[in-house]
């Protein structure tokens, strides 16, 4: 059973950083990809960024460019979201989540069909104060 623990959230200042962990366990297949989104109250769940677990390679939504990054330890599956330069408009609920990578990035950059990911995590609280 694939699950996935997300943790690190927590309140910043505008300006700060906070680090936000995803460890997945019970993954059985190889070329998988795992992402974070996030949502905020009122709004819909949107993607924040994602990294492929086989080559490494990430992307991240506009919103974020430049100011998020994410990373992970190639010896395991856990994945690291290092939030920088916060501002109010990036509180929200960051969940985790992992499939398939050609699935998790179909859904995430051409049909926007998330929903159809099949692992996802509990979200974690991230709060920012202006």
């Known amino acids: 059973e694939v699950q996935l623990q997300a943790s690190g959230g927590g309140l910043a200042q505008a300006g700060g950083s906070l680090r936000l962990s995803c460890v997945a366990s019970?993954?059985?297949?190889?070329?998988?990809?795992i992402a974070w989104f996030r949502q905020a109250p009122g709004k819909e769940r949107e993607w924040v960024s994602f990294?492929?677990?086989?080559?490494?390679?990430?992307e991240y939504a506009d919103s974020v460019e430049g100011r998020f990054t994410i990373s992970g330890d190639a010896a395991t599956t856990t994945v690291y979201l290092q939030m920088n330069s916060l501002k109010p408009e990036d509180t929200a609920v960051y969940y985790c989540?992992?499939?398939?990578?050609?699935?998790?990035?179909?859904?995430?950059?051409?049909?926007?069909?998330?929903?159809?990911?099949?692992?996802w995590g509990q979200g974690t609280q991230v709060t920012v104060s202006s």
């Open positions: 990294m492929s677990k086989t080559d490494g390679s990430t």
């Open positions: 019970g993954i059985t297949f190889d070329d998988y990809a």
């Open positions: 989540a992992t499939d398939i990578r050609f699935h998790l990035v179909h859904s995430i950059l051409i049909t926007g069909k998330t929903e159809t990911i099949h692992y």
